[in-house]
Every structure is written in structure tokens, then in C-alpha cells.
């Protein structure tokens, strides 16, 4: 049985994973799968701390911080397109180009 010892070194694993990633890559792309990674190692932890405690507020939560990640998915893949039909590249360094 997974105890909550766990549950926080698999969040912390995956959060890590997700900052070297966010850290040492250039792909747009690759930084939101990061980005959203990081996101849901925050998501186990909750849960499994709303789980630990006998509490349903962390799992709510989570179900708020889901739908502010598909929102911030949206906007980002919409700026992420803009910058492709500008450039030709979703690399981040690039971004200097939609400056006024």
C-alpha cells in the first residue's frame, strides 16, 4: 500500500522533472508540457495530502486548478500559434518579434 511518504517523493520527482525541463529547453511547446507537468505533481500532492487528512478541499481545489491550466493551455497555444505564423519557429528566443 502507497503511503503518503509516497505520494510526496513522486510529487517532488515530477516536479523536479518538470523545472530542469522548464529550466534547459527552448521549445515553447516542450515548456508548457513541462509547465503542466509541474502543475500536476502540485495536483498529487493535494489530493494525496486531501486524502491523508480526510478533507475534500484539496480535491476541489484540484478542480480548480485544472481549469485554470486548460485556460492558460488555450491562451498559450493561441500566443504559440501567433508566433509561428510570424516566425516560422516556436523557439523563445524569438519572442523579442511581437514586441511594438
Known sequence: ?????????????????????FLTRRNALILFMCIELMLNAVNLMLVAFSNFMGDMAGQVMVFFIFAVAAAEVAVGLAILIALFRHVREVDITRFNVLKW
Open 1 to 21: 500500500m502507497a503511503t503518503l511518504t509516497h505520494y510526496i517523493v513522486l510529487s517532488s520527482i515530477l516536479f523536479g522533472l518538470g523545472t530542469i525541463g
